[in-house]
């Protein structure tokens, strides 16, 4: 059983656009809640994180944003840019296992020039 | 090099030999990590460390065996291969729980291993 989920596989986006990326949560232990980048044949890199105690968290082109009582997160990226596509994982961490992190399956993101 | 770093990159093996994947980072890192990545599982912990010689099991490790002599390094063994451990490995590193990084993994390149 998931507790999180990235129900979309696939994204496409024009350039200049806005890129919305979208992963929920059913875990209420979950404190803190990152965002990784992976491009093929490389591992994950951090993007941005977000504590639960906030609702929204800002870096550059990046902005995450949290809704606990949805247990909702979302990742904006704007401008949308081609150096962008790649695949996003959401991550939670569960504040009952210390330092686990918790995976989504991953959204692949296409950015079209 | 700076960072971390696993080897080999790819390896192909055959069912019942026993395979040895390395890791090292240079930040001095507490705590190390591997996962494997699979299609339509994502990450999924295999082993972590908390400090040399503190191991502790993750979310699939029959199968594996871990050892952490060094701070630096963090071996992942497979036994005894079988063609399920097909996969990429990540191995990843974080700082302690008092720094303000502290939630933010850093991952090596992979290794993609293949069993025959």
């Known amino acids: 059983d998931q507790q999180v989920k990235q129900n979309s596989p696939s994204l496409s986006v024009q350039e200049g656009r806005i890129s919305i990326l979208n992963c929920d949560y059913t875990?209420?232990?979950?404190?803190?809640f990152l965002w990784y980048k992976k491009y093929p044949a490389e591992g994950p890199t951090f993007l941005i994180s977000i504590s639960s105690i906030k609702d929204k968290n800002e870096d550059g082109r990046f902005t995450v944003f949290l809704n606990k009582s949805a247990k909702h997160l979302s990742l904006h990226i704007v401008p949308s840019q081609p150096g962008d596509s790649a695949v996003y994982f959401c991550?939670?961490?569960?504040?009952?296992?210390?330092?686990?992190?918790?995976w989504g399956l991953g959204t692949s993101l296409a950015v079209n020039p | 090099d700076a960072g971390i770093t696993q080897s080999p990159r790819y390896k192909i093996t055959e069912t019942g030999r026993q395979v040895t994947l390395m890791c090292h980072q240079t930040w001095s890192h507490s705590y190390m990590f591997w996962y494997r990545q699979d299609l339509g599982h994502g990450l999924r912990l295999i082993y972590y460390s908390a400090a040399a010689d503190i191991t502790d099991k993750g979310e699939v490790p029959d199968g594996y065996v871990v050892s952490r002599s060094k701070t630096e390094n963090f071996p992942l063994t497979l036994e005894s291969a079988t063609r399920s451990q097909t996969s990429v490995y990540f191995c990843a590193s974080s700082e302690s729980i008092s720094s303000g990084r502290g939630n933010e993994q850093f991952f090596g390149p992979g290794t993609r291993l293949t069993v025959l």
């Open positions: 991550a939670a961490r569960d504040a009952g296992n210390n330092r686990k992190l918790i």
């Open positions: 875990n209420s232990m979950f404190d803190y």
